[in-house]
């Protein structure tokens, strides 16, 4: 069988489809993500779509350079109400935004497209709702010490398979599209493609 290819560098999409036994190698689409969100966001589109738009862009960025391929594109947003956010520039900002998440409920949105030859094959978007518990500055401070610039790469700022949790009082959702893809739904499509067996 072909070996998919992944238009991500997320150490966490790449985790999720190794322990899930996919065959896959990853080349990490360069588009401009920052401008593709802010006209997204300045063409009314809901958070769904932007974090669907822009995992499909980055599946066909990768396509249109390795024809033939099947091509996986991921991303993540965040919805604060009707505030769509992305990842924080610094810890600083990261900061900032943990203490407007706490005490709340966000929405998590985590989109995923398989793209071939410029043209997408498939897209889905799920929903995660995560209410974060009411923690001290103290709390929050020793969280980013503890973690770093690492937790940078992540839309919220947490990461939910590790101390991340500790964030939280509750999350409606699926665990895995916490994490970054909605994994099932992935398989299930990879299948469909002839890329995984179906038996």
Same mark, same amino acid.
């Given at each position: 069988?072909?070996?998919?290819?992944?238009?991500?560098?997320?150490?966490?999409?790449?985790?999720?489809?190794?322990?899930?036994?996919?065959?896959?190698?990853?080349?990490?689409?360069?588009?401009?993500?920052?401008?593709?969100?802010?006209?997204?966001?300045?063409?009314?589109?809901?958070?769904?779509?932007?974090?669907?738009?822009?995992?499909?862009?980055?599946?066909?960025?990768?396509?249109?350079?390795?024809?033939?391929?099947?091509?996986?594109?991921?991303?993540?947003?965040?919805?604060?109400?009707?505030?769509?956010?992305?990842?924080?520039?610094? &810890? $600083? %900002?990261?900061?900032?935004?943990? +203490?407007?998440?706490? !005490?709340?409920? @966000?929405?998590?949105?985590?989109? *995923?497209? /398989?793209?071939?030859?410029?043209?997408?094959?498939?897209?889905?978007?799920?929903?995660?709702?995560?209410?974060?518990?009411?923690?001290?500055?103290?709390?929050?401070?020793?969280? &980013? $010490? %503890?973690?770093?610039?690492?937790? +940078?790469?992540?839309? !919220?700022?947490? @990461?939910?398979?590790?101390?991340? *949790?500790? /964030?939280?009082?509750?999350?409606?959702?699926?665990?895995?599209?916490?994490?970054?893809?909605?994994?099932?739904?992935?398989?299930?499509?990879?299948?469909?493609?002839?890329?995984?067996?179906?038996?």
């Amino acid at each position: 069988m072909s070996v998919l290819v992944l238009a991500s560098s997320s150490a966490a999409r790449q985790k999720m489809l190794k322990d899930a036994g996919v065959d896959f190698r990853v080349s990490a689409a360069d588009i401009d993500e920052a401008g593709l969100m802010a006209d997204l966001i300045n063409g009314g589109h809901d958070a769904a779509a932007i974090a669907g738009a822009l995992a499909e862009q980055k599946a066909l960025a990768v396509s249109r350079r390795l024809p033939g391929e099947l091509v996986l594109g991921g991303d993540q947003i965040l919805a604060l109400g009707p505030e769509i956010l992305g990842k924080s520039r610094d &810890l $600083a %900002a990261l900061r900032a935004l943990l +203490l407007r998440l706490k !005490g709340a409920s @966000h929405k998590l949105f985590s989109a *995923a497209a /398989l793209a071939r030859d410029g043209k997408t094959l498939w897209r889905h978007t799920d929903t995660v709702t995560l209410t974060m518990r009411d923690f001290s500055d103290a709390f929050l401070d020793n969280y &980013l $010490a %503890a973690e770093g610039e690492a937790v +940078l790469s992540s839309v !919220g700022g947490y @990461h939910y398979e590790e101390r991340g *949790a500790q /964030l939280f009082e509750r999350v409606d959702g699926d665990y895995l599209t916490i994490l970054g893809l909605p994994l099932l739904p992935v398989l299930a499509a990879l299948r469909a493609q002839g890329l995984m067996p179906k038996d």
